[in-house]
Nanobody, 115 residues
Framework: QVQIVESGGGLVQPGGSLRLSCTAAGSTFSFYNLGWYRQVPGKQRELVAAVSSGSSAINADSVKSRFTISRDNAKSTVYHQMNNLKPEATALYYC?????????WGQGTQVTVSS
């Protein structure tokens, strides 16, 4: 079992920035593939960004120029820097850990973009 703790969500005005953090306990953190997903009520959870164990990163087309995912293996933490936020980014953001055939989810952190 992988224990996941997310933080960094909150209320921000349009155009603002937030940095989400996700700490995943375990000595094998460097082997994890990591992702950030988001979900709004009534819609499916969608992938926003992911970073592999080899630090290759992908981002959804809708956020590619504004969001950045990164990882710090020494701190067992993955980050999601979100800049120039738009109201449509409002959602519950989840951290996902994929390790072999198993995946684990955090409880989610709420991001609200509103003036």
């Amino acid at each position: 079992q992988v224990q996941i703790v997310e933080s960094g969500g909150g209320l921000v005005q349009p155009g603002g920035s937030l940095r989400l953090s996700c700490t995943a306990a375990g000595s094998t953190f460097s082997f994890y593939n990591l992702g950030w997903y988001r979900q709004v009520p009534g819609k499916q959870r969608e992938l926003v960004a992911a970073v592999s164990s080899g630090s290759s990163a992908i981002n959804a087309d809708s956020v590619k120029s504004r969001f950045t995912i990164s990882r710090d293996n020494a701190k067992s933490t993955v980050y999601h820097q979100m800049n120039n936020l738009k109201p449509e980014a409002t959602a519950l953001y989840y951290c996902n850990v994929l390790w072999g055939l198993d995946d684990y989810w955090g409880q989610g952190t709420q991001v609200t973009v509103s003036s």
